[in-house]
């Protein structure tokens, strides 16, 4: 049975689908995430622990699975210099957003 959040009007069942959709996200076996499912029924997932490269293969397949840009942001101060990457994207009709945050020493060039 298809279910999408097209078809959701309440809060409650918009969470439903998040939750179908992110069954479907954990069945096709891409890099593990915590994930949550707020009120709203976005689904948001954080990749956590993982080093620069890995972060940025990991990134590029959720991208690719979810039809979303990876987008990528690169900061620093005094003590540590970092690169934030996303993918907003919208799956089965569920808003989803994939994130993580990694130091990185020199800051690597980023490509979308």
């Not at 994930?35 to 029924?41: K, L, T």
């Not at 890995?54 to 979303?68: P, S």
């Not at 569920?94 to 690597?108: E, K």
């Amino acid at each position: 049975m298809s279910h999408d959040a097209s078809f959701e009007r309440t809060q409650a069942g918009g969470q439903f689908a998040a939750a179908l959709a992110l069954a479907h996200i954990v069945e096709i076996n891409l890099p593990a995430a915590e994930w949550m499912i707020p009120e709203s029924g976005r689904l948001c997932g954080h990749l956590k622990r993982v080093v620069d490269l890995d972060a940025r293969i990991a990134m590029r397949q959720y991208a690719t699975f979810l039809g979303g840009r990876l987008r990528a942001s690169q900061g620093r101060n005094s003590h540590t210099e970092w690169v934030h990457l996303s993918v907003d994207a919208t799956y089965r009709g569920v808003p989803v957003t994939v994130w993580t945050h990694v130091d990185v020493r020199p800051v690597a060039e980023v490509r979308s």
